[in-house]
């Protein structure tokens, strides 16, 4: 019996230890904290670069949306532009229509100036067959004459004693060489600036007047130069050598604008519709004066 008790006592102390042994392995020692350590430092840093990093693209964002405000500003400015361009083309565009309708009205008038007969210098009445067209001319009725031939347009004379009357004589120069005598300064200046029909009430437009300023209308009248003025001259008439409407002086002599190169300046060119001779004469001379004007 003491045997069976002194065997059970030594494997009580046995099993004793072996439990011991397992219980001081599960109980170690644990690991160091270090490389928890290290990891946290390594995330505080990688937060502090991604913090850097964040205010850089804050700061790109910013300009980024500086540039945004200025870009849509020259939208709207190039926007703006555009609407006033178009406005522009438009009016371009009218402007182009226009200019297209008078130049095709000018090419209208062109061919129909070049289909017109072209202005013939006439005969003089008393020439060899084939030496021109006769003389030809049309009473416009109004105190005017159209020549056929070279379609100049003259004044008509008559008897009533006002700027048209066939008996005033007028000086070309009050100065001795200068177009200052009563030739320009009464009796162009009355046809030119005063109302049609009176001859007295002065004007400068339409508006001035009862009707029309000038003389039918027209204020560029002038004296002819001496081809001009020799045109009308017929030359089959005798003592009047004119064939054209209305009145003539007798033995009329008329200033012509062509000066006389080998007077000096003191000279004029005439013609004497007697015979249609032409001269030279004094230009502090009185002389007849007609009016004449292209269309």
């Given at each position: 019996?003491?045997?069976?008790?002194?065997?059970?006592?030594?494997?009580?102390?046995?099993?004793?230890?072996?439990?011991?042994?397992?219980?001081?392995?599960?109980?170690?020692?644990?690991?160091?904290?270090?490389?928890?350590?290290?990891?946290?430092?390594?995330?505080?840093?990688?937060?502090?670069?991604?913090?850097?990093?964040?205010?850089?693209?804050?700061?790109?964002?910013?300009?980024?949306?500086?540039?945004?405000?200025?870009?849509?500003?020259?939208?709207?400015?190039?926007?703006?532009?555009?609407?006033?361009?178009?406005?522009?083309?438009?009016?371009?565009?009218?402007?182009?229509?226009?200019?297209?309708?008078?130049?095709?009205?000018?090419?209208?008038?062109?061919?129909?100036?070049?289909?017109?007969?072209?202005?013939?210098?006439?005969?003089?009445?008393?020439?060899?067959?084939?030496?021109?067209?006769?003389?030809?001319?049309?009473?416009?009725?109004?105190?005017?004459?159209?020549?056929?031939?070279?379609?100049?347009?003259?004044?008509?004379?008559?008897?009533?004693?006002?700027?048209?009357?066939?008996?005033?004589?007028?000086?070309?120069?009050?100065?001795?060489?200068?177009?200052?005598?009563?030739?320009?300064?009464?009796?162009?200046?009355?046809l030119n600036n005063t109302c049609n029909g009176s001859g007295a009430t002065p004007c400068t437009t339409d508006a001035d007047c009862v009707g029309m300023c000038g003389f039918v209308g027209h204020q560029d009248w002038r004296i002819p130069n001496l081809k001009e003025l020799e045109s009308i001259v017929d030359s089959s008439k005798i003592l009047t050598a004119s064939s054209y409407p209305?009145?003539?002086?007798?033995?009329?002599?008329?200033?012509?604008?062509?000066?006389?190169?080998?007077?000096?300046?003191?000279?004029?060119?005439?013609?004497?519709?007697?015979?249609?001779?032409?001269?030279?004469?004094?230009?502090?001379?009185?002389?007849?004066?007609?009016?004449?004007?292209?269309?």
């Amino acid at each position: 019996m003491k045997k069976i008790f002194l065997v059970f006592v030594v494997s009580f102390c046995f099993g004793l230890i072996g439990v011991m042994s397992l219980t001081s392995q599960a109980y170690a020692k644990p690991p160091s904290c270090e490389p928890v350590a290290q990891n946290l430092a390594m995330c505080s840093n990688n937060l502090l670069a991604c913090n850097t990093s964040l205010g850089t693209c804050n700061g790109d964002l910013s300009t980024c949306d500086a540039s945004l405000t200025t870009c849509t500003g020259n939208l709207t400015t190039c926007n703006n532009d555009l609407g006033t361009c178009n406005t522009d083309l438009g009016q371009a565009q009218t402007d182009l229509a226009v200019c297209t309708g008078d130049l095709n009205t000018c090419t209208d008038d062109l061919a129909a100036c070049e289909a017109t007969p072209c202005q013939i210098f006439p005969g003089d009445g008393y020439a060899v067959s084939g030496s021109g067209p006769p003389l030809s001319y049309t009473d416009n009725g109004d105190g005017t004459f159209t020549d056929n031939n070279t379609k100049l347009m003259w004044e008509k004379k008559d008897d009533a004693s006002g700027i048209h009357d066939k008996d005033n004589t007028y000086t070309w120069s009050a100065t001795g060489s200068s177009p200052d005598g009563t030739l320009f300064t009464v009796f162009l200046d009355a046809l030119n600036n005063t109302c049609n029909g009176s001859g007295a009430t002065p004007c400068t437009t339409d508006a001035d007047c009862v009707g029309m300023c000038g003389f039918v209308g027209h204020q560029d009248w002038r004296i002819p130069n001496l081809k001009e003025l020799e045109s009308i001259v017929d030359s089959s008439k005798i003592l009047t050598a004119s064939s054209y409407p209305g009145l003539t002086l007798i033995s009329p002599e008329y200033w012509s604008a062509t000066l006389d190169i080998g007077g000096g300046g003191g000279t004029a060119w005439k013609v004497t519709f007697t015979n249609g001779g032409v001269n030279t004469d004094s230009k502090l001379n009185g002389k007849a004066g007609r009016a004449v004007l292209r269309p």
